[in-house]
């Protein structure tokens, strides 16, 4: 146990050393406290005599004024007023004193006291020769003749200066001595901290001459054990707590390195089990993200379901093919399921461009939203630019590459709707009101590769598309309708240059919603800017 007798004798020393050093810290900061203290005291004696004198010395000065004035014959009674002030002056000069007398001790509390006799019969003096001034004449100058000024003279000076020269003695005094405590302290505190360090450096030098070696070749050891393997042994046998300490470890290092392996082959199996999740987690997430609009999903995931929300501005978009029924009848049901699923698969993609959300389809028809479910101030002349593209999609597969020539019904209306999620099983992301309803409708009344815009819709994208009113009645309701069929865009809109989209329409697109179009049906600029009827949104022939 050599060692624990070296750090008991060693912080023993220590304890020792820092407790000298405080005791003598803390009288030395009292003798200074005690100084600074008297200090103080002495400074605010001198600091009230100085005002007593001026205060006395002011009364005096309008005393001997006044009796001058009274020995010319011109003099009037004082005011009640000017008396009062009087008393006033002399009684805070009177209080003064009393905080001199209380703060002042052995010889200053003797002049003090002095002092304070002395005022209080000059104070007595000046009271009466006030009273008399103006008045009495005889009275108030042989007051200020026989007691005023010789008190005055008395107060003013002896009594004051010698209470001051004491004064001045003992600041100068408390002075020094705060000098010599200050002196003897900064040299204490110096002598204490050279003994404690060479002291401490003695203490260091020993511990490393026992201790340190050993350290040493313990940390050694345990880095050729760590580098080179189990084989490897601490050389190190003293009979102290270091050679214990290495024989343990020597007894550990095998089992240490035995162990790492197996940590590995757990590291490596932890590892590829948590890329397993990963992976599993990124599918169900992508599956997730298929099915629902992004921020939708995220609550969903995180909470379980989805709070339904009203929403007061959504464009509904709606197609239906034309004559699919009949169409379907003659073909096999795996062409029907791959030409359905190659033009929706189109449809999907342009629903992403101009960020409008997929809802559903129900057999041949295709039905997505703008304005969800997140607000979106441009999602009107979004869907309009995505129907152009989905009608140009129709007619462009239209009869070529053995595809049947089919023909799509596009309807637009902008509306308020509910959105959320319903079912517990293959829940699918909904919106629900009558906007559906009259989208529907509107979508039933257009006609074969056109597109067909409610009112509601037309006044939100007047701006952007050219478009020709029609008023149909819808068979379902027998209801008429007022619709806009698009023909294009707006000729202004539209110049003959070959940038796409159109510097025009750019500049009207990012004044009205402060942003850059998502995309751009180019197939229609040039047929917007001709205006040649075989280029219009209609059926060829």
């Avoid at 005002?51 to 009640?80: E, N, V, W, Y």
């Avoid at 030409?339 to 409008?356: N, Q």
Wanted: charged share 20%.
């Amino acid at each position: 146990m050599i060692v624990k007798k070296h750090i008991k004798f060693s912080f023993l020393a220590i304890l020792v050393l820092f407790a000298l050093n405080f005791s003598i810290n803390f009288w030395c900061a009292q003798q200074k406290s005690a100084a600074t203290e008297h200090l103080q005291q002495a400074t605010s004696r001198q600091a009230l005599t100085t005002t007593i004198k001026q205060g006395a010395s002011d009364i005096q000065k309008q005393a001997s004024r006044l009796g001058q004035i009274h020995m010319d014959g011109i003099a009037t009674p004082l005011s009640p007023g000017e008396i009062e002030r009087l008393n006033l002056q002399s009684a805070a000069i009177t209080a003064q004193i009393e905080r001199l007398l209380k703060i002042s001790d052995g010889e200053t509390r003797i002049r003090a006291g002095a002092l304070q006799k002395n005022y209080a019969e000059l104070a007595a003096s000046w009271r009466i020769f006030y009273e008399n001034f103006g008045g009495n004449h005889v009275q108030a100058l042989t007051e200020l003749a026989l007691h005023t000024e010789p008190l005055s003279q008395q107060v003013l000076y002896e009594t004051v200066p010698r209470l001051e020269e004491l004064e001045n003695r003992q600041i100068e005094a408390a002075y020094q001595q705060l000098g010599v405590l200050q002196w003897w302290s900064d040299k204490t505190a110096l002598i204490t901290f050279i003994t404690s360090l060479c002291v401490a450096v003695i203490l260091a030098w020993l511990v490393y001459r026992r201790i340190a070696r050993g350290l040493n070749a313990l940390q050694q050891g345990a880095r050729l054990i760590h580098n080179g393997g189990p084989d490897h042994q601490v050389a190190l046998h003293t009979k102290d707590e270091l050679g214990e300490i290495a024989d343990s470890f020597n007894s550990l290092s095998g089992a240490l390195h035995a162990t790492e392996n197996q940590r590995n082959i757990l590291e490596q199996e932890l590892a590829q089990r948590c890329a397993e999740v990963e992976g599993q987690r990124q599918v169900s997430k992508s599956l997730l993200l298929n099915i629902l609009p992004a921020t939708v999903a995220e609550e969903f995931r995180t909470t379980g379901t989805v709070a339904p929300k009203y929403l007061e501005d959504v464009t509904i978009i709606f197609t239906d093919f034309v004559g699919f029924s009949s169409s379907a009848e003659t073909l096999a049901a795996d062409e029907l399921v791959q030409m359905l699923h190659e033009y929706f698969s189109t449809f999907d993609e342009i629903a992403a461009r101009y960020g409008l959300e997929k809802l559903k389809t129900i057999g041949d028809s295709y039905m997505c939203a703008g304005g969800l479910p997140e607000r979106n101030p441009s999602h009107p002349v979004d869907a309009v630019m995505a129907a152009m593209e989905i009608v140009r999609a129709v007619t462009e597969r239209s009869g070529t590459n053995n595809q049947r020539n089919l023909a799509i019904r596009v309807g637009i209306h902008t509306g308020h709707v509910i959105a959320g999620i319903v079912g517990k099983q293959k829940f699918a992301y909904d919106i629900w009101g009558e906007s559906v309803n009259y989208a529907s409708r509107v979508e039933s009344s257009s006609e074969p590769n056109r597109i067909a815009l409610s009112a509601q819709t037309y006044l939100r994208v007047k701006d952007f598309f050219e478009c020709e009113k029609q008023t149909k009645t819808n068979a379902k309701v027998s209801h008429k309708m007022d619709l806009h069929f698009v023909k294009g865009f707006l000729p202004t809109l539209i110049d003959d240059s070959k940038q796409m989209p159109p510097a025009p329409f750019v500049r009207r697109y990012h004044s009205y919603f402060q942003k850059s179009p998502p995309s751009f049906p180019q197939q229609y600029a040039k047929y917007s800017a001709s205006h040649h009827p075989a280029h219009k949104l209609e059926t060829a022939s």
